[in-house]
């Protein structure tokens, strides 16, 4: 397996797997007709909710569910013989080309904005990092302990929706903030990833240039702030004059982070600190 991008365009008769965006390795195919690399398909296998002993699969590309009954491990699942055989001839093929020139290949693609990660698959690496899944994170060291995040449950449902979100940030500390809690609402809009989450502050309000009088998060307002200049109050004095600007690649992850480097200004830590008791809700 290699990367997890894909490109918009892919067609089903394409050996590629749509999460790993590799050749296929020992596919399978789900009664949706989508294929996968068998390791692949084993990261999507969930458990129902109602029977312990029945679990399913969620095509991450159309959503429609394959039911495995106690087939947790894909013993059953087999691709056609056209399939299995054209990857196996591909897989022959690539041997041919170096691991670095697939790499830059891969990355020249994702740089050119020609790769986009399709919502849902998206949207599953991100809650397997929000619940640190195999010790994996998206929040980066400086915001550690500061920013958590995760999807909402959902009643009766096998499995959380990945469309609302909710999220906690812990003001800057030795700020005026420094002790507040702020609670945010997420929500995934239908063009995501090619456009950023919706972000709404809850409770308590809070005083920046990105956010309304609602609590709405623009986030192309978002002021980039370099937290490497914290004073002892905790805030930064100045801010870069620039602004966050969203990109396919990035996650929701990144647009808490940004947010909360932005509430480092020392303007903005001195003026939330007024209104920490008053709600959006």
């Known amino acids: 397996m290699a990367t997890a991008w894909l490109s918009q365009s892919i067609d089903e008769d394409e ?17 949706c007709k989508h294929n996968y690399c068998k390791q692949c398909a084993l990261m999507l296998v969930k458990q129902k909710s109602t029977d312990t002993n029945s679990y399913y699969i969620q095509c991450a590309v159309c959503e429609a569910e394959t039911l495995l009954g106690k087939d947790k491990r894909l013993k059953t699942l087999k691709a056609s013989k056209k399939l299995r055989a054209k990857s196996k001839q591909k897989r022959e093929e690539c041997q041919h080309t170096s691991d670095m020139e697939e790499i830059e290949r891969k990355m020249s693609q994702l740089n050119s904005g020609c790769i986009v990660m399709p919502k849902n698959i998206k949207l599953l690496m991100e809650y397997d990092a929000s619940i640190g899944k ?3 994170t998206f929040i980066p060291d400086a915001h550690n302990g500061m920013i958590s995040y995760g999807a909402e449950e959902t009643r009766g449902a096998d499995s959380p929706s990945l469309t609302d979100w909710h999220a ?8 005026p903030v420094g002790q507040v809690m702020y609670f945010l609402k997420i929500r995934i809009p239908e063009e995501f990833p090619k456009v950023p989450p919706v972000v709404n502050f809850q409770q308590p309000k809070v005083v920046m240039e990105c956010v309304d009088e609602k609590g709405l998060v623009h986030v192309d307002k978002i002021e980039v ?3 490497s200049n914290i004073t002892k109050e905790g805030c930064v004095e100045v801010g870069t004059g620039k602004k966050y600007v969203w990109d396919p690649s990035h996650t929701i992850a990144d647009v808490l982070v940004a947010i909360r ?7 903005v830590c001195r003026l939330s600190g007024t209104i920490s008791q008053q709600s959006y809700v």
């Not at 050996?15 to 009664?31: A, G, K, Q, R």
């Not at 480097?261 to 303007?267: D, G, K, Q, S, T």
Request: aromatic share 6%; with cysteine.
């Open 134 to 136: 195999d010790g994996k």
């Open 225 to 227: 702030i370099d937290i």
């Open 261 to 267: 480097n932005n509430m480092h200004l020392f303007e």
């Open 15 to 31: 050996d590629v797997c749509p999460i790993c965006i590799d050749v296929y390795m020992d596919p399978v195919s789900l009664t």
């Open 168 to 175: 906690m940030l812990i003001g800057p500390q030795e700020s």
